[in-house]
């Protein structure tokens, strides 16, 4: 296949880049860098099969040749990054969708959008399954993000329904890993670098919301195959083990062993942050035979490393 992945130099886009790479696939990746690093492909670019074009696909896509799927990643993903990037985070969801799927369309080419837990913002159904329909405040802050990914899986099903484009959705829950950007200010990279530096972990709010978090490796698998499946209605790709984040904050004050505790930052909390966060995977096993493989702590154990390289190389620790 020659695949079109958009994002590609962010977290998970480069993940993605290189798992199609190693299947013998050809991949095409476009970013912007609005929130990615050219770094997290450098390895990538001069390597057979990989192409990269720096382009901003809210804007028309131009690609010659010919395509057989495309996966369509760009997006803002961190709250703190769709704060700062409210328009772009709209955007992206809903011109950059349009955009990569009527690309598709005319390349005959399978479509996948990457959607998110946050479709169902704050749940008042738990675990949550494909088939309950949220709870998004449209107007409060984290609206843009919820609200465009809701309007990128309504334009997906469109894109099926009256042009009949193979479309695949998944809702992707919190997922860490390697290449994270230090500062985007989510949970798994704001604890560890405040463990390494031996700083207290912030905890917003109580600390007694909860999130389930799946090593980016899984989810690889689970994208790779939905793809190659036949499921055209959304399927959630996640690791449905729950912590507080105060749990989550003892393991990897444990893990770095890292003495300074916790401390507690109520007003940091960004409103209608959601309370609890859980899949409910049944549908990822049943139609994709698809489980996560990696515990949290077998996850860690790859991620926390590569944060303090991260820190060493910038001098913050030795
Ligand atoms: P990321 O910020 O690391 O990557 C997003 C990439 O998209 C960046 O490289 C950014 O520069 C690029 N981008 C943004 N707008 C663009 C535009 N207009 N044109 C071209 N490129 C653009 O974030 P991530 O964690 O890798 O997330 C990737 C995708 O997965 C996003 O769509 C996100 O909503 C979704 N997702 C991620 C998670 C998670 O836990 N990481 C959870 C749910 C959904
Ligand atoms: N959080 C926290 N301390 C931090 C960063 C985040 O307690 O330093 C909390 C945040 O309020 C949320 C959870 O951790 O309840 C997960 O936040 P994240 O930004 O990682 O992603 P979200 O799941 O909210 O999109």
């Known amino acids: 296949m020659r695949v079109l992945i958009t994002g590609a130099a962010g977290f998970l886009g480069s993940h993605l880049c290189e798992r199609f790479l190693s299947e013998g696939h050809s991949v095409v990746g476009m970013d912007n860098f609005i929130t990615g690093n050219p770094e997290n492909i450098a390895h990538l670019v001069g390597?057979?099969?990989?192409?990269?074009?720096?382009?901003?696909?809210?804007?028309?896509?131009?690609?010659?040749?010919?395509?057989?799927?495309?996966?369509?990643?760009?997006?803002?993903?961190?709250?703190?990054?769709?704060l700062e990037?409210?328009?772009?985070?709209?955007?992206?969801?809903?011109?950059?969708?349009?955009?990569?799927?009527?690309?598709?369309?005319?390349?005959?080419?399978?479509?996948?959008?990457?959607?998110?837990?946050?479709?169902?913002?704050?749940?008042?159904?738990?675990?949550?399954?494909?088939?309950?329909?949220?709870?998004?405040?449209?107007?409060?802050?984290?609206?843009?993000?919820?609200?465009?990914?809701r309007f990128a899986e309504a334009m997906t099903m469109a894109y099926h329904t009256y042009h009949g484009v193979q479309t695949r959705i998944v809702r992707i829950f919190n997922t860490y890993g390697p290449r994270m950007r230090l500062a985007d200010g989510r949970v798994v990279p704001n604890f560890i670098q405040q463990a390494l530096r031996g700083e207290a972990l912030t905890l917003y709010g109580d600390g007694l919301q909860t999130r389930s978090f799946q090593f980016v490796?899984?989810?690889?698998?689970?994208?790779?195959?939905?793809?190659?499946?036949?499921?055209?209605?959304?399927?959630?790709?996640?690791?449905?083990?729950?912590?507080?984040?105060?749990?989550?904050?003892?393991?990897?004050?444990?893990?770095?062993?890292?003495?300074?505790?916790?401390?507690?930052?109520?007003e940091l909390r960004i409103k209608d942050d959601p309370q609890?966060?859980?899949?409910?995977?049944?549908?990822?096993?049943?139609?994709?035979?698809?489980?996560?493989?990696?515990?949290?702590?077998?996850?860690?154990?790859?991620?926390?490393p590569w944060f303090a390289e991260q820190l060493r190389q910038r001098g913050e620790i030795k």
Request: hydrophobic share 40%; net charge negative.
């Open 47 to 82: 390597r057979e099969g990989f192409q990269f074009i720096r382009h901003d696909v809210t804007n028309y896509i131009f690609l010659p040749g010919p395509l057989d799927a495309v996966l369509h990643f760009a997006s803002p993903a961190s709250p703190i990054d769709y």
């Open 85 to 149: 990037l409210p328009i772009q985070t709209l955007k992206v969801g809903a011109l950059g969708t349009h955009n990569a799927l009527g690309l598709a369309k005319a390349k005959g080419a399978r479509f996948l959008i990457a959607s998110t837990s946050e479709v169902y913002g704050d749940p008042q159904v738990h675990p949550q399954p494909e088939t309950y329909w949220g709870h998004v405040n449209p107007i409060g802050p984290r609206g843009v993000y919820d609200e465009a990914k």
């Open 217 to 266: 490796g899984d989810l690889v698998e689970g994208v790779y195959r939905l793809l190659l499946s036949d499921e055209v209605e959304p399927v959630n790709i996640g690791n449905p083990h729950e912590f507080t984040m105060r749990e989550f904050a003892e393991i990897v004050n444990a893990m770095t062993g890292n003495p300074a505790g916790t401390v507690i930052k109520p």
């Open 276 to 304: 609890n966060r859980q899949p409910d995977i049944s549908k990822a096993k049943r139609v994709l035979n698809w489980e996560p493989q990696v515990t949290l702590q077998a996850g860690l154990e790859q991620t926390i």
